[in-house]
């Protein structure tokens, strides 16, 4: 039954049991992934400057939050677990065989974005280790990049592109080699710095630590603030965490994984990221929140051959587990029969080579910033009316065979497709998530806006639902 739920389509095919082999290790792993890369290193040394707060409270804002998502994943990808399928089929549950291609195309289209900057910003590792290598300048700017620049801009992506061509073992395999392959890097890294610091790198940690301006308020508001950017900084995920879950064995494999993911992962992290930046502060003089700068100020030809292929590999993990996979499953769903696995991925590439190669001349000129976090505001209703349906509508009960049938005989087609309760629930949500984006009297909300949209999609679907008695729970047919 399993298998001939594919609509001849690998990227929406519901995983059987005989194909579900991630144990908590490879959970675990796509944590790591995501948190290892250029702007999450930037983001986490960041938090230690520039909310004011003691860097004890730093921490405990990032454990807070990686308790806080991983319960939260825990909740969004136990129907990928149950069932086998990926979001944009789960979405079709609450949204309709319709409405769920809008659910997924949001998704997609913030995941394409950030494939395109991310490669960019890889890129730019690779540049400069061709720059120390061969001690070329690169010659003049064209669109924003040097010809040596374009050259590695491109290398990236080809690199990116076989990768991502092969099959979710093979990511599988690449994310669990990854994963500890950075931090293994970064230790070495801290190491370098640790030498060069002579013995004073561990008292400037502790310089950063402190804050003798710090009082009981501004940590508070610190402590939120430190929370909501990293709960945002995951939200994406936390929608289409399905997508992953539907490949592990059994729940406890999730929950383990995400356990020793999140918390870990984010309290290891932080505190690599601001060891090496106390370290870079005593080295050279200067606090520096980018590890790309940290190298090219070491002048090291080992050191940049290292740090190349340690930026890429995060790169590539995060583009995998954040921005590839959940943007070919997005893109697959518009036409199920229609655009393959390979097909989808290919779309996604041409789009994301498009907003790469154009970011330094272009989109990061005109204000982009507030376009992609109005997009991102859109998902947090998405992610409250999913969770809703699952546990409170449908009481965990799906008809797979329904899900995988777009005609009016699904008991998911509501209305020509579209569920108008959840849509209703959508709007609403929607609205006051992006006018935290845009007005002015919202903006102390931004860093937080995420979970109180998600709340507010959540809270007005199940009330409709009552109200209107259009989404009722359905026997699971496995």
């Known amino acids: 039954m399993f298998q001939e ?101 949001l998704r997609a289209i913030v995941a394409v974005f950030w494939f395109g ?42 690199l990116q592109m076989v990768i991502f061509s092969r099959s979710m073992d093979w990511v599988k395999k690449f994310l669990n080699l990854a994963g500890p392959f950075v931090y293994a890097v970064m230790i070495g890294l801290l190491v370098v710095l640790w030498q060069k610091a002579d013995g004073q790198l561990l008292s400037s940690a502790n310089s950063i630590f402190q804050n003798p301006n710090a009082s009981f308020g501004t ?3 610190g402590f939120i603030a430190i929370v909501g950017t990293m709960v945002a900084y995951f939200a994406a995920v936390m929608i289409n965490f399905s997508d992953f879950s539907r490949f592990a064995r059994d729940r406890k494999s999730v929950v383990m994984g995400n356990l ?17 930046t106390a370290g870079a502060a005593v080295v050279y003089g200067e606090q520096l929140t980018n590890p790309t700068a940290i190298v090219e100020k070491a002048d090291s030809a080992v050191l940049s051959v290292i740090a190349a292929i340690t930026f890429f590999a995060a ?26 696995f390979q097909k989808a991925g290919m779309i996604t590439s041409l789009f994301a080579l498009v907003i790469g190669a154009l970011w330094t001349s272009f989109i990061s000129q005109v204000g982009i910033g507030a376009f992609v976090n109005t997009l991102g505001a859109t998902l947090a209703p998405l992610y409250g009316i999913m969770v809703v349906d699952y546990y409170l509508v449908r009481k965990q009960k799906l008809n797979t065979d329904a899900l995988y049938d777009e005609s009016s005989s699904s008991c998911y087609f509501f209305k020509q497709g579209w569920n108008n309760t959840a849509l209703v629930a959508f709007a609403i949500g929607a609205v006051f998530s992006v006018a935290t984006v845009w007005v002015d009297a919202l903006a102390q909300l931004s860093g937080y806006a995420w979970l109180l949209g998600a709340l507010l999609g959540g809270l007005l679907y199940q009330w409709l639902s009552k109200k209107t008695l259009v989404a009722m729970p359905v026997e699971a047919v496995n």
């Open 117 to 158: 900057v991310q490669t960019y910003f890889a890129s730019t590792a690779l540049n400069l280790l061709l720059v120390t290598l061969t001690g070329a300048p690169g010659g003049e700017l064209y669109f924003g990049m040097t010809l040596l620049g374009w050259f590695s801009f491109i290398i990236v992506w080809i």
């Open 315 to 340: 790169t590539v993990g995060i583009n995998l587990v954040a921005n590839f996979i959940p943007a070919v499953n997005g893109i697959a769903n518009l036409s199920p029969s229609k655009i393959s």
């Open 5 to 105: 739920k594919t609509e001849g389509n690998d990227a929406l095919a519901i995983v059987g049991s005989d194909k579900k082999r991630w144990g908590w290790f490879e959970i675990f792993n796509i944590w790591a992934n995501d948190i290892q890369s250029l702007f999450g290193y930037t983001l986490v040394a960041s938090l230690f400057i520039s909310y004011g707060v003691t860097g004890w409270t730093a921490f405990a804002g990032l454990i807070t939050a990686g308790l806080m998502v991983m319960f939260l994943v825990n909740i969004s990808g136990r129907a990928g677990v149950d069932y086998g399928i990926p979001y944009p089929v789960l979405a079709r549950a609450s949204m309709g065989t319709q409405g769920a291609k809008l659910a997924a195309i």
């Open 260 to 276: 020793a993911g999140l918390p870990f992962n984010m309290v290891f992290f932080s505190a690599l990221a601001l060891l090496i």
């Open 219 to 221: 940590e508070l508001s």
